[in-house]
């Protein structure tokens, strides 16, 4: 068992039933394949830096947890033909400690990681240097 | 030494004047950072030009290993759009 962090970008256009729904179903998915949840987060809505399938933004989803490679395999196969999904990506968490509590699949709720970050353009950045 | 001369081709004959360049340190080391979180979009964006390329170490001063994490942290976080790949200028 290793500690992934799998973050997701939803379409737009799923509604809050749909996010709620969206996140039970891969809480579900994690729990079947013998994972074990240990947080589930969202930016909420934002700006994407680039368009995905015509979309200037989506909503960010964390989902950090433990697992084997058949659960990472069958996490990410179900994503891509998810078509509420517009991106994932899952990678090692390299900073988890490895004995994160285990959160109970059904009452996992996505919580605000930024509530201060709502859909809004980031400063231009402007070549500093150093 | 080609680029010398095309920069100022008539000072040929003279010594081209040093500019003391104070050694840059890496940022990275400095803070003790161990790792680099390619969620850290303001982190990330620092070290990027505002065409979205990675700023090259001669520039920046970061070391080879912060570089490499460095790197890999812009790639992930070009990859769910919290960076960009390029970006154009306006016109
Ligand atoms: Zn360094």
Redesign the pocket.
């Known amino acids: 068992m290793r500690s992934y962090e799998c973050a997701v970008i939803v379409h737009p256009a799923v509604n809050e039933d749909g996010l709620r729904a969206s996140t039970a179903k891969y809480v579900d998915i994690i729990a079947k394949g013998g994972g074990e949840i240990t947080k589930v987060e969202t930016w909420g809505k934002r700006r994407l830096s680039y368009e995905i399938m015509k979309q200037p933004e989506g909503t960010y989803f964390f989902y950090r947890f433990r697992g084997g490679s058949a659960l990472v395999d069958e996490l990410g196969r179900q994503m891509r033909i998810d078509e509420g999904i517009l991106r994932h990506l899952i990678v090692r968490d390299e900073l988890a400690e490895g004995n994160e509590p285990a959160l109970e699949p059904g009452t996992v709720e996505a919580t605000m990681r930024h509530p201060e970050r709502e859909v809004r353009e980031e400063v231009e950045h402007r070549g500093e240097r150093y | 030494m080609a680029r010398d001369t095309k920069r100022d081709p008539k000072k040929k004959g003279e010594k081209r004047e040093k500019r003391p360049m104070r050694k840059k340190k890496?940022k990275?080391?400095l803070d003790r950072?161990t790792h680099i979180d390619y969620k850290d979009e303001r982190r990330v964006r620092r070290f990027m030009t505002d065409r979205g390329k990675i700023t090259p170490r001669r520039i920046t001063g970061?070391?080879a290993?912060?570089q490499r994490m460095l790197a890999a942290a812009v790639k992930r976080a070009r990859l769910i759009a919290l960076v960009p790949y390029v970006r154009e200028y306006y016109r």
């Open positions: 890496c990275f080391c950072v970061t070391c290993k912060h």
